[in-house]
C-alpha cells in the first residue's frame, strides 16, 4: 500500500521552530520530485518547497528561502522540511507531494504540478 504521512506540525510561538516530516511507505522516494506545500485558511494552497531527489537539487518558493530548508534522510525514506523563525503568517495546513517525473521540481510551475502521491497534511499553528 503507498502512503505518504506528513507529521510534525504543532503550535508554536512566533520566533520558534518545527520539523516536518514526510514519510513514504510502499515505495522508495529515490528518483521522485518531493514537494512541500500548505494552505492557509481563506487562502489558495502554495508551495513551499521541492527537492529532486535524483540528485538532491531543491526549489524554494522565493520569500521563504533562508527560513525553510528541504533536505532528504535516504536511510528513513523521509523528506524533512525545517521550518524556523516561524510568524503568524506561516499558519497553514502543511502537506508533502510525490510523483516519479523527478523533473516537476525544476519547472517554474512545480507548486501546481499533479503529483500522484499525497500525505494527509499536518498543521502547523504560529502564535503571536
Known amino acids: 500500500d503507498v502512503q505518504l504521512q506528513a507529521s510534525g506540525g504543532g503550535l508554536v510561538q512566533a520566533g520558534g521552530s518545527l520539523r516536518l516530516d514526510c514519510a513514504a511507505s510502499?515505495?522508495?522516494?529515490?528518483?521522485?520530485?518531493v514537494a512541500w506545500l500548505r494552505q492557509a485558511p481563506g487562502k489558495e494552497r502554495e508551495g513551499v518547497a521541492c527537492?529532486?531527489?535524483?540528485?538532491?537539487?531543491?526549489y524554494y518558493k522565493d520569500s521563504l528561502l533562508g527560513r525553510f530548508t528541504i533536505s532528504s534522510d535516504n536511510a528513513k525514506n523521509t523528506v524533512v522540511l525545517q521550518v524556523n523563525s516561524l510568524n503568524p503568517e506561516d499558519t497553514a495546513v502543511y502537506y508533502c507531494?510525490?510523483?516519479?517525473?523527478?523533473?516537476?521540481?525544476?519547472?517554474?510551475?512545480?507548486?501546481?504540478?499533479?503529483?500522484?502521491?499525497w500525505g494527509q497534511g499536518t498543521l502547523v499553528t504560529v502564535s503571536s
Open positions: 507531494a510525490a510523483d516519479p517525473l523527478h523533473d516537476y521540481c525544476s519547472g517554474y510551475g512545480w507548486p501546481a504540478m499533479p503529483y500522484d502521491y
Open positions: 527537492i529532486d531527489m535524483t540528485d538532491g537539487r531543491t
Open positions: 510502499g515505495f522508495s522516494f529515490d528518483d521522485y520530485a
